[in-house]
């Protein structure tokens, strides 16, 4: 049985990780300081993981939690464009700094593989899709910038330490448990939640922008085969993680309308500083390397997502 530490493992992503290790049988440590995860997140595994309330900018906290682990899934950070665009340091912090504790700590514990959460951010808005990891990276935010700092540390670490380390670099990821709630939740969560309280989701821009929207489920299993493949096919490499397929705004908007009978048109508002236009991936490297294929696409990870949120947050007179 291996151990694994989860970084931000009470997050969005994190906490799928962490509940499919604990089903097929692995130990698990979550590390993670609460600013975006939640706790609510881990109530299925409760008891059955280890739970290190520690913020990433705590080399120590860090360096400790990975003690006596194998493998380390790097998922914790600041997410989000605009809060990157907003306060810079606070995300350049967790998002770099952290990066390099995690990094540190695997190195001085011996670990055997990281796998990090890169982001399709740094692709940028340069012309060519779909985007190919061969690719010059053009990061615009500077969330972006941090993202794909991180990629070079990985990629330093192998080469100069040889900690195994491989990167994913995710295309805007959905699906249960992504927090609704704040003004920096990923635009599927935002949206669904507000058609379901009766609120006008606001469209930045024309709504043609383009996103490779990709269903929670395919990133669990990209890491879980990234975390198994040989070195030689993985360590030191970035792969696209994404469904292959671009849907726009306007197009996701009226996906989750009809899911939902929500019968309001969008409101537009201005364009969202440091936003990428479009972006679509090719995923046949992953597929190369470690046997990655998108199980769940768009529309059917539509589908699931809605019926999460529809249980989760309808008010109660329309769920009897
Ligand atoms: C970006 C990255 C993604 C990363 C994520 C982390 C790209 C292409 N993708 O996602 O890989 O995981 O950051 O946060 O860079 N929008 C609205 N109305 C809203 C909210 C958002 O119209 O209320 C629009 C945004 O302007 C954007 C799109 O929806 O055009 C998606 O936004 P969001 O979900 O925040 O993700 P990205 O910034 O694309």
Same mark, same amino acid.
């Given at each position: 049985?291996?151990?694994?530490?989860?970084?931000?493992?009470?997050?969005?992503?994190?906490?799928?990780?962490?509940?499919?290790?604990?089903?097929?049988?692995?130990?698990?440590?979550?590390?993670?300081?609460?600013?975006?995860?939640?706790?609510?997140?881990?109530?299925?595994?409760?008891?059955?993981?280890?739970?290190?309330?520690?913020?990433?900018?705590?080399?120590?906290?860090?360096?400790?939690?990975?003690?006596?682990?194998?493998?380390?899934?790097?998922?914790?950070?600041?997410?989000?464009?605009?809060?990157?665009?907003?306060?810079?340091?606070?995300?350049?912090?967790?998002?770099?700094?952290?990066?390099?504790?995690?990094?540190?700590?695997?190195?001085?514990?011996?670990?055997?593989?990281?796998?990090?959460?890169?982001?399709?951010?740094?692709?940028?808005?340069?012309?060519?899709?779909?985007?190919?990891?061969?690719?010059?990276?053009?990061?615009?935010?500077?969330?972006?910038?941090?993202?794909?700092?991180?990629?070079?540390?990985?990629?330093?670490?192998?080469?100069?330490?040889?900690?195994?380390?491989?990167?994913?670099?995710?295309?805007?990821?959905?699906?249960?448990?992504?927090?609704?709630?704040? &003004? @920096? %939740? +990923?635009?599927?969560?935002?949206?669904?939640?507000?058609?379901?309280?009766?609120?006008? !989701?606001?469209?930045? /821009? #024309?709504?043609?922008?383009?996103?490779?929207?990709?269903?929670?489920?395919?990133?669990?299993?990209?890491?879980?085969?990234?975390?198994?493949?040989?070195?030689?096919?993985?360590?030191?490499?970035?792969?696209?993680?994404?469904?292959?397929?671009?849907?726009?705004?306007?197009? &996701? @908007? %009226? +996906?989750?309308?009809?899911?939902?009978?929500?019968?309001?048109?969008?409101?537009?508002? !201005?364009?969202?500083? /440091? #936003?990428?236009?479009?972006?679509?991936?090719?995923?046949?490297?992953?597929?190369?390397?470690?046997?990655?294929?998108?199980?769940?696409?768009?529309?059917?990870?539509?589908?699931?997502?809605?019926?999460?949120?529809?249980?989760?947050?309808?008010?109660?007179?329309?769920?009897?």
């Amino acid at each position: 049985m291996a151990k694994y530490l989860v970084t931000g493992g009470a997050g969005f992503i994190g906490s799928h990780l962490v509940k499919t290790l604990v089903g097929r049988g692995d130990e698990v440590r979550v590390l993670d300081n609460f600013e975006t995860g939640k706790r609510s997140n881990l109530v299925e595994v409760e008891g059955q993981i280890e739970l290190r309330e520690v913020d990433l900018r705590d080399a120590g906290g860090v360096r400790e939690a990975c003690e006596g682990v194998d493998y380390v899934l790097h998922e914790a950070a600041l997410p989000s464009v605009p809060r990157s665009v907003k306060e810079p340091r606070p995300s350049h912090e967790t998002n770099v700094d952290g990066t390099f504790n995690v990094l540190e700590g695997a190195r001085l514990a011996g670990v055997k593989r990281v796998v990090y959460a890169a982001s399709s951010s740094a692709y940028g808005n340069q012309p060519g899709f779909p985007r190919v990891e061969t690719m010059r990276p053009q990061p615009v935010s500077p969330y972006a910038v941090q993202k794909l700092t991180g990629e070079l540390y990985m990629q330093s670490y192998w080469q100069v330490y040889g900690l195994e380390t491989v990167c994913l670099r995710y295309f805007n990821i959905f699906g249960p448990c992504q927090d609704p709630s704040s &003004t @920096y %939740s +990923g635009v599927m969560a935002k949206f669904a939640m507000q058609m379901l309280c009766g609120e006008q !989701p606001t469209i930045f /821009g #024309d709504g043609e922008q383009g996103r490779d929207f990709t269903y929670i489920d395919n990133v669990v299993s990209a890491n879980l085969l990234a975390m198994k493949a040989p070195a030689t096919f993985v360590a030191g490499r970035v792969f696209n993680i994404a469904c292959g397929e671009r849907h726009t705004l306007n197009e &996701t @908007y %009226s +996906g989750l309308a009809r899911l939902l009978s929500y019968a309001l048109p969008a409101q537009y508002g !201005p364009e969202r500083e /440091g #936003d990428v236009r479009d972006s679509l991936a090719e995923v046949s490297a992953a597929r190369a390397a470690f046997g990655y294929e998108p199980q769940i696409d768009f529309a059917e990870g539509l589908r699931r997502t809605v019926d999460w949120y529809r249980q989760k947050y309808a008010p109660r007179e329309e769920q009897t």
